[in-house]
């Protein structure tokens, strides 16, 4: 669950049928969260606001298709890293 600290109640709800969730990561800077569960992981946004994605020295993560990718500026390689499946 999502929830708005401030006023005390819930936002979202997120779920998994048959996982338990086991960690929890909050990018510093942007509304992106990652969550790891029993069978993987999810990277979800808050809200939508636009597309996901994160800078790490010349490489590049983003959503597209439904998939968590990486391209390397210097290689100019682009790959699939995992499936991105809704809660």
């Known amino acids: 669950r999502v929830w708005d600290a401030t006023k005390r109640t819930g936002l979202q709800t997120f779920r998994r049928e048959h996982d338990r969730f086991w960690i929890l990561a909050v990018h510093p800077e942007m509304n992106l969260l990652a969550a790891g569960h029993d ?49």
């Open 39 to 87: 069978s993987g992981m999810i990277v979800f946004k808050l809200e939508r606001e636009r597309p996901a994605f994160a800078l790490s020295g010349d490489s590049l993560f983003y959503t597209k298709d439904r998939f968590l990718r990486y391209y390397e500026y210097s290689t100019q390689r682009d790959s699939q890293v995992i499936p991105i499946r809704r809660p």
